[in-house]
């Protein structure tokens, strides 16, 4: 939209291009919700002011949002920041204290940023509705060891809890000094800063759901999860993906209580899926049983919850076509429900191929649900 900056102008190609895209969508009976910012922006905005560590880009992105939604009128569901939290988890590990300085105020930035859109949303267009969204880090204590129960708490505190109290309930959470404290960390929060993130609460809470962790201050004898980077331990209980993974989708509902009961809004599950190996068979089928046997539990999950008193808003699969995972960047690990023949080196006919989960998504979708067997 802006690949030079606002001061620049926009780009009327990358206009036409997303109303394009909306329009096909619609046209199909298909909703958008749009995310404003997904990981990634224009170059520009890292090479010459350094990315979101710089303030900015706070008024940047919120001309960006509003040009957006002042232009895209055909949309009414937006998002501001997919996976807000992910840059604060990508550096659990970090021994590099500049690193943590800089993520930390870079979130910042964005929950400033982000809110300043969804008060000119409020202000400006009543009937639309706008969320932000978190990465789903849910974690379990290992054991009843109260020890583990108080880490867990800290971890869900942390990873998950931080960022999602400033963007529902419009202020840092009460532990928020003690951790900026325990980080050796000194946050430019301005008081213009606070007033704004006290005016532009969301009007729903997104979130990913893939899988859930465990933590624990017992460190012998206890194996480590293939959960990307995190530093979690194998729950005993569940079994695992092929990248090991582990699939709860009791959990899904757990966690749906957790966050719906701390914020009374509405949620968004808007990414849940499995990624496997997927065999093509000389008959151009894919028999994906295990992703089918995902789904089921996992919507059945949230109906329960549902019936227990959650609003959740909207649920979708990630994805409906096979992609490079953002996590490993294979395309081996398949997520979708449609084949791409394309292996990691980009070899293949790229022919797409239904799996036999397509039609399985088609029924929940198309019943809303209520058809999972």
Same mark, same amino acid.
């Given at each position: ?8 102008? @926009? ?34 905005? @890292? ?7 710089? *303030?900015?880009? #706070? ?40 690193? %943590?300085?800089?993520? +930390? ?11 300043? !859109? ?5 202000? /400006? ?5 706008? &969320?932000? $969204? ?24 942390? /990873? ?25 960390? @000194? ?21 990913? +759901? ?8 017992? %460190? ?23 990248? &090991?993974?582990? #699939? ?19 949620? $968004? ?16 089928? !894919? ?18 919850? @549902? ?7 909207? +649920? ?35 022919? *797409? ?11 929940? +979708? ?8």
């Amino acid at each position: 939209m802006f690949p030079k900056g606002i001061k620049e102008g @926009i780009n009327p190609e990358g206009v036409e291009f997303y109303h394009n895209v909306f329009k096909e969508c619609l046209k199909y009976g298909i909703e958008p919700l749009v995310h404003l910012y997904k990981y990634d922006m224009p170059a520009f905005y @890292i090479e010459e002011l350094g990315g979101w560590k710089n *303030r900015f880009l #706070i008024e940047e992105f919120v001309e960006f949002g509003k040009a957006s939604i002042d232009e895209f009128q055909e949309v009414t569901y937006w998002s501001t920041f997919n996976e807000i939290n992910a840059a604060q988890f990508s550096i659990l590990d970090s021994n590099n204290q500049e690193e %943590v300085q800089r993520q +930390y105020q870079a979130l910042h930035n964005q929950l400033v940023a982000s809110a300043k !859109v969804v008060k000119y949303l409020h202000d /400006n267009y009543p009937d639309k509705k706008i &969320g932000c $969204m978190q990465a789903g880090i849910f974690t379990h204590a290992l054991t009843c060891d109260p020890e583990d129960e108080l880490a867990n708490q800290r971890e869900m505190q942390k /990873n998950f809890w931080y960022a999602g109290d400033v963007f529902a309930r419009g202020y840092y959470p009460s532990y928020a000094k003690y951790l900026w404290k325990e980080l050796n960390i @000194i946050l430019d929060i301005t008081e213009e800063d606070t007033k704004a993130l006290k005016e532009g609460t969301v009007d729903f809470f997104e979130f990913s +759901y893939y899988f859930s962790n465990c933590v624990t201050t017992h %460190v012998d004898g206890q194996e480590a999860t293939g959960n990307l980077n995190f530093m979690g331990k194998k729950n005993p209980y569940l079994k695992e993906s092929d990248w &090991g993974w582990a #699939i709860d989708p009791k959990g899904l509902k757990f966690f749906m209580h957790e966050i719906y009961d701390r914020y009374q809004i509405p949620l $968004m599950n808007c990414e849940n899926g499995l990624g496997a190996f997927d065999t093509l068979e000389e008959d151009g089928t !894919v028999h994906d049983q295990y992703r089918i046997d995902y789904m089921r539990e996992h919507v059945k999950a949230m109906s329960e919850a @549902i019936d227990e008193g959650v609003d959740l808003m909207g +649920y979708t699969w990630w994805g409906c076509i096979d992609l490079v995972s953002a996590g490993t960047g294979e395309i081996r690990k398949r997520y979708g429900f449609i084949y791409v023949d394309v292996d990691d080196f980009g070899n293949g006919t790229y022919k *797409r191929y239904k799996k036999d989960s397509f039609e399985y998504c088609k029924k929940v +979708y198309t019943s809303n649900g209520k058809d999972i067997d």
